[in-house]
T-cell receptor, first 113, second 117 residues
Framework: DAGVIQSPRHEVTEMGQEVTLRCKPI?????LFWYRQTMMRGLELLIY????????DSGMPEDRFSAKMPNASFSTLKIQPSEPRDSAVYFC???????????FGSGTRLTVV | AQKITQTQPGMFVQEKEAVTLDCTYD???????LFWYKQPSSGEMIFLIY??????QNATEGRYSLNFQKARKSANLVISASQLGDSAMYFC??????????????FGQGTELSVKP
């Protein structure tokens, strides 16, 4: 089991550019979550999917952010256009249906200059 | 309203001693799960321990135990025999609901633990 795989590990981009973060959940996990971590706001849930369907996107900051899960083994989080305040670590996590068993990926450290 | 509260931004403990990290939560859902995660300086989120709201006994995992006091709505993490490698940020988190929607994990602000040699 390779765990939750995120790419890239680090991303540096210029303001205004499009950024795409990728996540491969653990096989068999039905739920997928995108979190953002900053010093000021801590860990925030952006959006989560259950069986590939978005369930709660109330944490998505604004229309510049979008997330997709075209199949059970892949999800993307896109920021277009990116801004310096989007700089953060973005985590993807997956879990089975049950209450326990959240597994996080290693995160993507995004820096927008 | 804050659902998960960790009142200790930072803690120090001497190596080999035990330490308790506080966590209180707020929910009206009778079914929920409580989690503790460790985040070392390398940044990854490491799952430590889980307690279900219907579990009769406190959860234990090696040197980690969860002091679950349901009436007080507290879920404190106890680390016994602290090691230098325990120095990290520790997050308490809660997941509500036994529905089939998956349930989102809500985190506290974290406690930074420093273990002194």
């Amino acid at each position: 089991d390779a765990g939750v795989i995120q790419s890239p590990r680090h991303e540096v981009t210029e303001m205004g550019q499009e950024v795409t973060l990728r996540c491969k959940p653990i096989s068999g996990h039905n739920s997928l979550f995108w979190y953002r971590q900053t010093m000021m706001r801590g860990l925030e849930l952006l959006i989560y999917f259950n069986n590939n369907v978005p369930i709660d996107d109330s944490g998505m900051p604004e229309d510049r952010f979008s997330a997709k899960m075209p199949n059970a083994s892949f999800s993307t989080l896109k920021i277009q256009p990116s801004e310096p305040r989007d700089s953060a670590v973005y985590f993807c996590a997956s879990s089975p249906q049950e209450l326990e068993g959240y597994t996080f990926g290693s995160g993507t450290r995004l820096t927008v200059v | 309203a804050q659902k998960i509260t960790q009142t200790q931004p930072g803690m120090f403990v001497q190596e080999k001693e035990a330490v308790t990290l506080d966590c209180t939560y707020d929910t009206s859902d009778p079914s929920y799960g409580l989690f503790w995660y460790k985040q070392p300086s390398s940044g990854e989120m490491i799952f430590l321990i889980y307690q279900g709201s219907y579990d009769q006994q406190n959860a234990t995992e090696g040197r980690y135990s969860l002091n679950f006091q349901k009436a007080r709505k507290s879920a404190n993490l106890v680390i016994s025999a602290s090691q230098l490698g325990d120095s990290a940020m520790y997050f308490c988190a809660m997941r509500e609901g036994r529905d089939n929607q998956g349930g989102k994990l809500i985190f506290g602000q974290g406690t930074e633990l420093s273990v002194k040699p």
